[in-house]
């Protein structure tokens, strides 16, 4: 995108963020769901598809340019973004990176315009961490495929209108040969949605387990035809590449918003005649959040730098997420410990947000997780055994 035209958006989506969405986030808190009206402001301002190619209505931004756009988005509650963030990562980049022209043509520009939303049908009650182990499957009868399984914390699946959905069809195969990914939509009978997730925190962002009963698609259905059987697995593992980034991003974001909570709080909050900033011990909370906020930033962009010039799609975005996930957290938890005993009411910004913040550790990939890649990817062989 012409460098004037993104500074634009930018901007544009700075104003909606502070000036709409922050003044709602204690509604969208206690009511569990995203207003109307956000959502469709969202839409018109191009938000379902902002990393989807321009050809199928996106706006085409680099990892780069999508890293500064979730900056600007991270500052505020992380359901906003999860409203259309499987559209942008794991569930459009399927189409994108599996897809065929037709499956491209058909689906991504009503992904990339919001009238449809997407759900990555990837974990599964005994297999989050390893996706290899996944047990749903599917068989082809006739010129149909007879899909079988179970799906948990799905998310926007209470909302969806179609599933990129994970299933074993070579049960002979080696556990990452052997899954394809399929194209379910919405309605499609034998296919039932569970009732909402009640979660900790990130109100707002729905998630539900999905049920798969004897779920008949056509052939067509199979991402990337004939090509795509059994290379599901490669498939997701590019699209979570991607979204690694992508959440750190938005860890960064969150970041900022709690340093600048941190820092007006102990502004105005006196103690013993005089604001709690002028104590030392409160300086050094605030100064060791905004140094991790900092690095954060460097390291998402450096990451996001790699990620586009296909130098760097593994270890950077496994590396980036890991410390900004932990960053975000130690963050959250020093913004509370700043607030003192108003951190840990309900209503105040940063109880809130050090909720949302502890499920950056969790999804994409746990921290531990990432250790393991970036440890393996190092090591090679030495660290088999």
Known sequence: MDAADFSAVLSEVRRFVRERVVPLEAEIDEKDEMPADIREAAKKMGLFGFALPEEYGGLGLSMYEEAQLMFELGYTTPSLRSMFGTNNGIAGHVLMVGGTEEQKAEWLPRIASGDVLASFALTEPEAGSDPSTLTTRAHLEGD????????????????????????????????????????????TPGLTVAPKDHKMGQFGAWTADVYFDDVRVPASALVGGEDGLNRGFNTAMGCIAHGRVHISALCVGMAERLVDESVEYARTRKQ?????????????????????????????????????????????????????????????????QVHGGAGYMRGVAVERFYRDARLFRIYEGTSQIQQVIIAKALLGEAARG
Do not use: H
């Open 272 to 336: 013993s005649g005089k604001p709690i900033g002028s104590f030392q011990l409160v300086q050094g909370l605030i100064a060791d959040s905004m140094t991790d906020y900092y690095a954060g930033r460097a390291t998402v962009l450096e990451a996001a730098r790699a990620f586009d010039a296909g130098t760097d799609t593994k270890i950077g975005p496994s590396c980036t997420k890991y410390f900004a996930s932990e960053m975000v957290w130690r963050v959250a938890d020093r913004a509370v």
């Open 144 to 187: 149909e495929w007879v899909i079988n399984g179970a799906k948990r914390y799905i998310t926007n699946a209470p909302l969806a209108d179609v599933f990129m959905v994970f299933a074993r069809t070579d049960p002979d195969a080696p556990r990452t040969r052997g899954i394809s990914t399929f194209l379910v939509p919405a309605g």
